[in-house]
């Protein structure tokens, strides 16, 4: 059974770098990321044009390529979540919650009993095609799985003690286009967008759960691992092709 080494160095404290894929559909693309030192990757299927089949050929070779394959479901609903973790995903973003019922209802489909409502399906993709005692699977399972809440609008940021709070949440990743659309304001340099986003950090710190953002830029990304964030989710595929296009 495979750790999770992004979930562990969260725990620990320490920085983990990734970045979103939402327009490659090539199974190389895990490859290319990893061999680039990346340490995760995030499959967008919410604003990405991927269906199962897609994300499980991509999960497949990312584990074979020892980075850490994670997805942003569209939803946090049971039948979104379940599906991509038994094809082998490692940790699941929830976008846009809003309520401590909506992370309640995430985290269970996240976890087998006793810790969840997941159900068990073993031998797939979750285990590379091994089979593994129940209770040892199920476990290891409810240990390694990440379960990330993106933090993206104004009703977040007001109840935010309220989502960290609730049990099994690893990481509140800031949406900071959709927070600043959220917040009415011009954009996300902005000081009301800034301090939500340092209220976020501190709740984290309070409640044991890891802090991140998804941004372009580099230097904006080392400004907030400086003050406290370790997951940082750098650009997207198709802006990194689009980067390199015009620089050259």
Not at 12 to 17: A, C, K, M, Q
Not at 24 to 49: C, K, Q, T, V, Y
Request: with cysteine; aromatic share 6%; glycine share 8%.
């Amino acid at each position: 059974m495979r750790d999770n080494k992004v979930r562990a160095a969260l725990k620990r404290g320490e920085p983990v770098i990734g970045t979103m894929i939402q327009e490659m559909r090539s199974p190389a693309i895990p490859l290319l990321f990893a061999n680039a030192g990346f340490d995760f990757i995030f499959i967008d299927m919410e604003h990405g044009a991927y269906d199962l089949e897609t994300v499980a050929d991509m999960i497949k070779i990312a584990r074979l390529a020892d980075i850490v394959p994670l997805v942003r479901v569209p939803d946090g609903l049971y039948h979104l979540i379940a599906r991509v973790l038994d094809a082998g995903a490692m940790g699941v973003m929830v976008p846009r919650v809003e309520t401590r019922e909506a992370v309640e209802r995430a985290v269970a489909a996240l976890r087998y009993p006793p810790g969840g409502k997941r159900g068990c399906s073993i031998g797939r993709g979750n285990s590379d095609y091994q089979r593994w005692p129940l209770w040892e699977f199920t476990r290891h399972a409810n240990d390694n799985i990440l379960a990330v809440m993106q933090i993206e609008r104004k009703a977040a940021i007001d109840r935010i003690d309220d989502l960290l709070s609730v049990p099994g949440v690893d990481v509140a990743l800031i949406g900071p286009n959709d927070l600043t659309l959220s917040l009415g304001a011009p954009n996300p340099q902005d000081p009301a967008v800034q301090e939500a986003i340092q209220k976020v950090i501190e709740a984290g710190k309070r409640h044991g759960v890891s802090t991140g953002i998804h941004l372009r830029d580099v230097e904006q990304l080392k400004a907030w691992r400086a003050r406290g964030m370790t997951m940082l989710v750098c650009s997207t595929d198709l802006n990194f092709i689009m980067s390199g296009a015009r620089a050259a």
